[in-house]
């Protein structure tokens, strides 16, 4: 019985080992391969075949781009003031044989090469300087660790940095000064309103003003020509209506000469003349020189201002 479980498990051992041989390396992966301890090669992705005993997988390595979420560092600005910052730094491997053999622990040697350069360049800075700078910061600080972990097999694609932490008694400054620095803005908001809306009113009531004035000017206009045109239709009138007189005693006299109507007719309506015009309020009546010899008309010419008289009484 024992001579038949023995084979068996040397079989099965065997089976184990050769299995074991056989490796598939997944994508964005890489396999450094020692042979008898010393380095033979790397393993890209897919599917490979190892001497059994003799070599054995050192390292595996994730060739994807990583993150690395550093602690906050304690640093010193220029002007002496001490604050914690705490960093992220995005790398990539792209060596696996230098990232296996470049240093022992390459992460760590990563954060204390983070925490030193943040160190170093913080130190050149002022405090308004390092909470306005970050761009410049994070530019430099890159450019450091690429340089210096290319011999780590590393590299490195962008620095930030996560935040900034000062002392609470900074803190607290920076605070009441931007609180004071809105509130001199509002201020100066408020004054401009101010301003332009007085602007504003003082060109409304300006414009008001010309407008009223213009206004004034064109009823001052329409009222004159108004006037002008009143007294133009009145004079108009009056020629028309002195005209029509004149066109009617024209017509009186016209039909008396062709009644044939002589020299003591013609005479006898001038007295008539004379007796309108006096309207009976006149005292005296200038008789003219031609008509005083007519001693029959004088009777007349009484009694048609005797009549007059009456009519006017009744």
């Known amino acids: 019985m024992e001579t038949i479980i023995i084979p068996i498990i040397v079989i099965i051992l065997i089976l184990l080992i050769l299995a074991s041989c056989f490796k598939i390396v997944p994508q964005a992966h890489a396999y450094v391969i020692e042979r008898l301890g010393t380095y033979h090669g790397t393993w890209s992705v897919g599917f490979h075949i190892k001497m059994p005993i003799i070599d054995k997988i050192a390292k595996k390595v994730i060739l994807k781009e990583q993150v690395c979420d550093f602690a906050p560092q304690p640093v010193i600005t220029k002007d002496n003031v001490t604050m914690r910052i705490d960093t992220v730094v995005f790398y990539q491997i792209t060596d696996p044989k230098l990232y296996a053999y470049g240093v022992q622990n390459p992460i760590m040697a ?126 108009e009138g009056e020629a028309e209506a002195i005209l ?20 003591a007719v013609l005479q006898l309506k001038s007295l008539e003349a004379f007796a309108k015009a006096a309207d009976g309020k006149a005292t005296k009546i200038i008789v003219p020189s031609e008509i005083q010899g007519i001693a029959g008309l004088a009777t007349t010419f009484a009694e048609v201002v005797k009549d007059k008289d009456q009519e006017k009484k009744a």
């Open 110 to 235: 990563m954060e204390n090469l983070t925490a030193t350069t943040l160190r170093n360049i913080i130190g050149d800075l002022e405090l308004d300087e390092t909470l306005t700078s970050r761009e410049i910061i994070n530019a430099k600080m890159r450019s450091i660790l690429d340089e210096a972990t290319d011999l780590w097999g590393i590299k490195v694609n962008r620095v930030e940095l996560k935040n900034i932490i000062p002392p609470a008694a900074i803190q607290d400054a920076m605070e009441k000064q931007m609180k004071a620095e809105r509130e001199r803005r509002e201020s100066i908001l408020i004054a401009e309103g101010e301003k332009r809306s007085a602007i504003l009113k003082a060109e409304g009531h300006k414009e008001s003003v010309i407008l009223e004035a213009e206004a004034e000017k064109q009823s001052a206009i329409l009222r004159a020509e108004a006037i002008k045109e009143a007294k133009i239709r009145e004079a």
């Open 244 to 263: 029509k007189i004149q066109q009617a005693n024209a017509e009186g006299i016209r039909y008396i000469k062709e009644a044939g109507a002589d020299s």
